[in-house]
């Protein structure tokens, strides 16, 4: 096992945002971590990663505790990219990408081939090669999220973890996002954890989803057995039903709308207000 | 694996610049040499520089001239580096030395300083003593790097960042001038110009004892800075980015806030808060390094040693007999200069 975390607590103060998270991480899985908002994703994730100080529990990678290790050893185990990161100004996405490496340099070695065709690697799975001397400032929002997945990418990590990668991406974006997640992950054995709204997207490319209310994970298994499990509509308190798009597609969940149930045309009168 | 991205160098116009600037770091201190308040030819000072000359011209040039030279240059170098460092750490283009109340605390201890070495020296205010000129510089060091760790302390009681460094900085910066000046105040002997002359900032009768009592900070923050560099281009981000890549970010905000701690405390004990420098210098070495980080630094320290060199003797032919202290030229160029960079920030 990859990653191995039990028990995981977190409290702000008084609130506690994380209580009793468990999780285990094969290499090569993709897992979607889901949950309304306020539930303990970004926590979690952030717990996982020993970037928020854990109140009980461990998070071992390989055996060894997260807790233990220098951030540059965990930095070249584990690579995390959070919600909305924000970048010094007139920093380039190639200087951005370039200190993804810093976990193998380190303070003094010089950057050599290996780092390079890592760096260019990293840009062109990202198709922004061409983008490596524009200052991020001048980028879309898109653009710049997928400078820092290149620069987590450049860290070489076994395990990724992704807060709301897709959120300010465009639909074309985010299916290459999910798309580069995949391929990482089956053809390079990266270990995915990402927090993700879109529910229907973490159907398709989730090998396992976590489902979180509250600060604890209520549901931890194959998408199929979500669906099964009528779980979805209580957490985020909506009406709905998956529906099977394909024989071996994982299936869609359809959400009702007022619209659907009592549709109203468009009068005059309520157009006139 | 696909065509590489185009390779990641420095841009050439500012790789051009580190001669261009590593002459005028030379060039400044020699032109500061030949011009001064006494009116020596050119060919006596050429003459002592080479080994000879006339004894009031030695006595000029090596007792008077070189030592201010060489002192204001290795404050520069150490006002500009701590505030390059300070505006890294914090992410913040307006953070100085005392924003971590450094020039605060050597002012406080440096009023307290004098006030007791007055009044515990001499009783009666008519009387001029000989004030202990010699301790200003370890004194005034001593009450910046205490200023400077208790904000450390406040700042670490809570989580170690930018904004908490900043808060408490001010904070406690305004505590200690208010004392200092209450002290001033209610002091109100002749004596205060000694202070004031101090405040302001100067090199006005600086001797080689000041330069030797910068010299091994200077060498020490200049040796540590290589170690700092990726450190520091990690501290550019906030701290759930810098530790993700790697950085220990609590340590190494330390170690830099530190540094920059040590370079500005030992700076302003010798010459007094020369302000500005520490603001402007890091602010134009970014204009001219044009984006690319790694030049930033040594931009710093060569225009920190430039620019003090160049405002002191600006200070020394403008104001003549009278001359004009440094802190007061740095303050009257600067201001444009800050207007004319903030014209073109966005």
């Known amino acids: ?273 | 694996m696909t065509p590489l991205a185009p390779p990641l160098v420095a841009h050439p116009p500012a790789r051009r610049l580190v001669p261009l600037l590593v002459g005028l770091t030379l060039l400044a201190p020699l032109v500061a040499v030949f011009f001064g308040v006494a009116d020596l030819p050119l060919g006596d000072v050429a003459a002592v520089l080479t080994g000879g000359g006339s004894a009031e011209a030695r006595s000029i040039i090596l007792d008077i001239r070189l030592p201010r030279i060489v002192t204001g240059m290795l404050a520069g170098m150490q006002l500009a580096t701590a505030g390059f460092l300070l505006q890294t750490i914090t992410r913040n283009p307006l953070a100085d030395p005392s924003l971590i109340g450094v020039s605060q605390g050597a002012t406080l201890s440096v009023t307290l300083f004098l006030m007791i070495a007055v009044y515990s020296h001499d009783p009666t205010p008519t009387t001029l003593v000989a004030l202990p000129w010699s301790w200003l510089p370890a004194v005034g060091m001593l009450g910046g790097l205490v200023a400077g760790g208790l904000i450390y302390l406040m700042t670490l009681r809570h989580d170690l960042g930018p904004l908490r460094l900043t808060l408490c900085g001010v904070a406690m910066g305004a505590l200690l001038q208010a004392l200092a000046l209450g002290i001033v105040a209610g002091w109100g002997s002749s004596r205060m110009e000694v202070l004031l002359e101090w405040l302001s900032g100067s090199l006005y009768a600086r001797r080689w004892e000041h330069a030797v009592f910068l010299a091994p900070f200077t060498v020490a923050g200049l040796a540590v800075l290589p170690l700092l560099r990726r450190p520091l281009e990690l501290l550019r981000f906030e701290s759930t980015v810098a530790r993700s890549f790697g950085s220990a970010y609590r340590r190494d905000f330390s170690a830099v806030l530190f540094v920059s701690c040590a370079l500005a405390a030992s700076a302003v004990g010798a010459v007094g808060p020369i302000v500005f420098v520490g603001l402007i210098v890091p602010h134009l070495a970014r204009k001219l390094a044009r984006g690319h980080f790694p030049l930033v630094l040594p931009l710093t320290v060569a225009l920190g040693a430039i620019t003090v060199t160049v405002c002191d003797l600006l200070g020394r032919l403008l104001g003549g007999a009278d001359e004009i202290p440094i802190g007061v030229v740095t303050a009257l160029c600067g201001v444009p200069v800050l207007i004319a960079l903030l014209r073109r920030t966005p």
């Open chain 1, 1 to 273: 096992m990859l990653l191995h975390a039990r028990d995981l607590t977190v409290r702000y103060g008084q609130r506690t945002a994380l209580s009793g998270f468990a999780l285990q991480l094969e290499p090569g899985e993709v897992r979607a971590l889901i949950g309304p908002n306020g539930s303990g994703k970004s926590t979690a994730l952030q717990a996982l990663a020993g970037l928020v100080g854990a109140a009980a529990g461990r998070v071992e990678i390989e055996g060894r505790s997260v807790f233990a290790m220098g951030r540059r050893e965990l930095a070249r185990h584990l690579a995390f990219l959070p919600q909305q990161p924000v970048a010094p100004d007139e920093m380039t996405v190639g200087q951005l990408v370039r200190q993804g490496r810093f976990a193998h340099v380190g303070l003094f070695k010089s950057y050599g081939p290996d780092d390079e065709a890592t760096i260019a690697w990293a840009l062109d799975s990202t198709g922004l090669a061409r983008f490596a001397e524009r200052p991020l400032n001048a980028l879309s929002g898109g653009e710049r999220q997928r400078a820092w997945i290149s620069a987590a990418l450049a860290q070489e990590a076994r395990i990724l973890f992704l807060d709301e990668p897709t959120t300010f991406l465009d639909i074309g974006y985010q299916v290459e996002l999910l798309d580069l997640v995949y391929r990482l992950s089956r053809e390079r054995g990266v270990a995915v954890v990402m927090a993700i709204h879109d529910l229907n997207q973490a159907m398709s490319v989730a090998d396992r989803i976590s489902v979180m209310e509250g600060g604890r994970c209520v549901f931890d298994g194959e998408p199929g057995a979500l669906a099964s499990s009528g779980l979805i509509e209580r957490v985020f308190r909506v009406q709905g039903r998956f529906v099977d798009l394909a024989p071996d597609a994982p299936p869609h969940f359809d959400v009702d709308l007022l619209r659907r149930h009592s549709p109203v045309g468009l009068t005059a009168q309520s157009l006139s207000h």
